[in-house]
């Protein structure tokens, strides 16, 4: 069956970085674009990287641009998040999202990253 499995959370100072990675199986990596999600309590999920499937064209929001950096691993069947720079409001519940069209969608389970000293 289908299983994104997050790992690399956890608990970093600000100005820290930390690297969360993300294991798929069950599903044709390769051709699956994929990103990484946040949900900070009584917040909206929000979108904060994504990479084609290929790898050759990556988009962050405006929050995280010049400090993440989302890169894929196709032999491997893995995605990562380097978060450099980390400042409290990137403390949130991290997921992994695989999509292709016409609809095809998977979740992980998330992981959590608080950034405080």
């Known amino acids: 069956q289908v299983q994104l499995v997050e790992s690399g959370g956890g608990l970093v100072q600000p100005g820290g970085s930390l690297r969360v990675s993300c294991a798929a199986s069950g599903f044709t990596f390769s051709t699956y674009a994929m990103s990484w999600y946040r949900q900070a309590p009584g917040k909206e999920r929000e979108l904060v990287a994504a990479i084609t499937s290929v790898g050759d064209s990556t988009n962050y929001v405006d929050s995280v641009k010049g400090r993440f950096t989302i890169s894929r691993d196709n032999a491997k069947n893995t995605v990562h998040l380097q978060m450099n720079s980390l400042k409290p409001e990137d403390t949130a519940v991290y997921y992994c999202?695989?999509?292709?069209?016409?609809?095809?969608?998977?979740w992980g389970q998330g992981t959590q990253v608080t950034v405080s000293s």
């Open positions: 999202n695989a999509y292709r069209r016409p609809g095809y969608n998977y």
